[in-house]
């Protein structure tokens, strides 16, 4: 007798309290380290199921949003302990007629907000037209939301399409784009950017980025290469300052990649041209107060490997590169096999140490060292 097969993981999160919402097979389910326990089945106000692309919390992990394959236009919140649908929410333009966006990605609006408590829910959407800021209030009945200008960041062709948006503790804003350039911003507010990367742009486009608690660095992740660059500069008065908040011109540092040399390649049983990341991230640090976190190390994962660096290591590595020295021996990452393909992985908060990895069948936990 045939044995039924294993629905594939789609999406996974980590909640308030480290447990680990798994997406798959019409619904969400909550993996405690060792089995599934169902939470809730997913379905759109028509009844129809779905599985969510994307898992994003609000309000210490007390609401659920998620994303649709089969309903691209609507954002879709549960009350994650209930399961209860609270809403189906579209998002148009103003003076667009009632035209929906379709959102591609959401995130959070300030970094490590779905840890806080809040009436409102907040969230950063990447849609056809630009990068949104949605915000609403979920006591009040509503299906749509208006956004305006002052609400959108778009670029500047219609050609150059935003890809993946990453948000500070203060709510700057760091995008990648489908050209393989990435933007800073203040916030997302109509401006322009502060401060463009293009120095490693090499025409694909970015899969994810990140940044660190205080703003300092941002991380991207491109198809066969990560990228680690610093925004805090000395200006032109000789104070320290932030590419968030102001323009580097020639102040701007160097953008440093992060490349597997061939003996990690073989290891893993991959060359450079097939090599495909996960998207990239830093951990979430040993404090419990938001304010208190620094980062020590960034993962992303390709095949079946998790791969590994010390943060420490490849800020000395970067500071040896904008020193001029171009012979240094670079970082290589510590490399953790799991038993089938990783679609992407997560820090828990509160340790930086412990990872949960989404594989294409299962979920699976390591201790990075």
Same mark, same amino acid.
């Given at each position: 007798?045939?044995?039924?097969?294993?629905?594939?993981?789609? !999406?996974?999160?980590?909640?308030?309290?480290?447990?680990?919402? =798994?997406?798959?097979?019409?619904?969400?389910?909550?993996?405690?380290?060792?089995?599934?326990?169902?939470?809730?089945?997913?379905?759109?106000?028509? &009844? @129809?199921?779905?599985?969510?692309?994307?898992?994003?919390?609000?309000? &210490?992990?007390?609401? #659920?949003?998620?994303?649709?394959?089969?309903?691209?236009?609507?954002?879709?919140?549960?009350?994650?302990?209930?399961?209860? @649908?609270?809403?189906?929410?579209?998002?148009?333009?103003?003076?667009?007629?009632?035209?929906?966006?379709?959102?591609?990605?959401?995130?959070?609006? =300030?970094?490590?907000?779905?840890?806080?408590?809040?009436?409102?829910?907040?969230?950063? !959407?990447?849609?056809?037209?630009?990068?949104?800021?949605?915000?609403? *209030?979920?006591?009040?009945?509503?299906?749509?939301?208006?956004?305006?200008?002052?609400?959108?960041?778009?670029?500047? #062709?219609?050609?150059?399409?935003?890809?993946?948006?990453?948000?500070? #503790?203060?709510?700057?804003?760091?995008?990648?784009?489908?050209?393989?350039? =990435?933007?800073?911003?203040?916030?997302?507010?109509?401006?322009?950017?502060?401060?463009?990367?293009?120095?490693?742009?090499?025409?694909?486009?970015?899969?994810?980025?990140?940044?660190?608690?205080?703003?300092?660095?941002?991380?991207?992740?491109? &198809?066969?290469?990560?990228?680690? !660059?610093?925004?805090?500069?000395?200006?032109?008065?000789? $104070?320290?300052?932030?590419? +968030?908040?102001?323009?580097?011109?020639?102040?701007? $540092?160097?953008?440093?990649?992060?490349?597997?040399?061939?003996?990690?390649? $073989?290891?893993?049983?991959?060359?450079?041209?097939?090599?495909?990341?996960?998207?990239? &991230?830093?951990?979430?640090?040993?404090?419990?107060?938001?304010?208190?976190?620094?980062?020590?190390?960034?993962?992303?994962?390709?095949?079946? +490997?998790?791969?590994?660096?010390?943060?420490?290591?490849?800020?000395?590595?970067?500071?040896?590169?904008? *020193?001029?020295?171009?012979?240094?021996?670079?970082?290589?990452?510590?490399?953790?096999? $799991?038993?089938?393909?990783?679609?992407?992985?997560?820090?828990?908060?509160?340790?930086?140490?412990?990872?949960?990895?989404?594989?294409? *069948?299962?979920?699976?936990?390591?201790?990075?060292?």
């Amino acid at each position: 007798m045939a044995t039924e097969p294993v629905p594939p993981v789609k !999406a996974i999160q980590i909640t308030a309290d480290n447990q680990t919402l =798994v997406s798959r097979n019409n619904s969400i389910q909550v993996w405690d380290g060792e089995e599934f326990s169902p939470a809730f089945v997913t379905r759109h106000g028509d &009844r @129809r199921k779905f599985t969510p692309s994307q898992i994003l919390l609000q309000n &210490r992990s007390s609401k #659920t949003l998620l994303l649709s394959p089969i309903k691209q236009h609507l954002i879709t919140t549960y009350d994650t302990e209930t399961g209860k @649908r609270l809403s189906e929410m579209k998002c148009s333009l103003f003076e667009s007629d009632g035209v929906s966006l379709k959102i591609k990605d959401i995130g959070e609006s =300030v970094k490590y907000s779905s840890l806080e408590e809040a009436s409102t829910i907040s969230c950063n !959407a990447i849609s056809n037209l630009g990068i949104v800021s949605v915000n609403w *209030d979920p006591r009040v009945k509503q299906d749509e939301i208006v956004i305006s200008q002052n609400q959108l960041i778009q670029l500047a #062709t219609k050609k150059q399409k935003f890809t993946c948006a990453a948000a500070t #503790t203060n709510g700057g804003v760091v995008a990648g784009s489908k050209d393989g350039t =990435v933007r800073i911003y203040t916030n997302i507010s109509g401006q322009r950017a502060k401060n463009l990367f293009e120095q490693y742009a090499c025409g694909e486009p970015v899969i994810s980025v990140d940044v660190s608690a205080d703003g300092e660095w941002i991380l991207w992740t491109s &198809r066969n290469f990560l990228s680690l !660059a610093k925004t805090s500069f000395i200006d032109k008065k000789g $104070q320290n300052a932030s590419g +968030f908040g102001k323009s580097m011109g020639k102040e701007k $540092q160097q953008v440093m990649q992060i490349r597997l040399c061939e003996e990690d390649l $073989q290891s893993i049983g991959v060359s450079q041209e097939n090599l495909y990341f996960t998207p990239a &991230r830093f951990d979430t640090g040993p404090s419990t107060r938001v304010s208190g976190i620094t980062e020590r190390s960034i993962i992303t994962s390709t095949e079946n +490997f998790i791969l590994h660096w010390n943060l420490r290591l490849l800020e000395r590595d970067y500071k040896r590169l904008t *020193d001029g020295d171009t012979n240094y021996a670079a970082t290589r990452p510590r490399l953790y096999r $799991q038993t089938s393909d990783i679609i992407d992985q997560k820090y828990q908060y509160y340790g930086g140490d412990k990872v949960i990895a989404a594989l294409t *069948d299962n979920i699976s936990s390591l201790t990075i060292n």
